[in-house]
């Protein structure tokens, strides 16, 4: 295996600090390299910008709290993300979610978009 360069590294970590479940930093890494022979960075890192955007993640924060599991269970791990070709994912906006009481929905999206100020 080849060494990454600066620049892979560099996306890899704009990757990371976005992604909003972080864990398993190393396999990520590998799934990362590997995804960028099938699509580029750009096409990565703008899906998952819309996909935070649109509430999924949040979704997933959501329902986890309302099954008592915790927050970030039911969202992937982000080698799984990257190796299911997820920035491929057809987006559904999430427009149904229940309204939780004193704001919590508007904490979750801000705890999603928290990593945007890095763009």
Do not use: C
Request: charged share 20%; net charge positive.
């Amino acid at each position: 295996m080849t060494a990454a360069t600066p620049v892979v590294l560099a996306d890899f970590d704009t990757f990371w600090d976005l992604y909003p479940h972080k864990i398993s930093k190393g396999d990520a890494r590998k799934a990362f390299a590997q995804a960028l022979k099938k699509t580029s960075f750009y096409a990565i890192r703008q899906a998952l910008e819309v996909q935070i955007a649109a509430g999924i993640f949040a979704a997933r924060i959501a329902d986890a709290r309302r099954r008592g599991l915790p927050p970030k269970q039911l969202i992937a791990y982000p080698a799984t993300w990257l190796r299911g070709e997820r920035w491929s994912d057809e987006i559904v906006v999430v427009s149904s979610l229940p309204t939780l009481r004193n704001g919590a929905m508007a904490a979750l999206l801000e705890m999603q978009l928290a990593g945007a100020h890095h763009l």
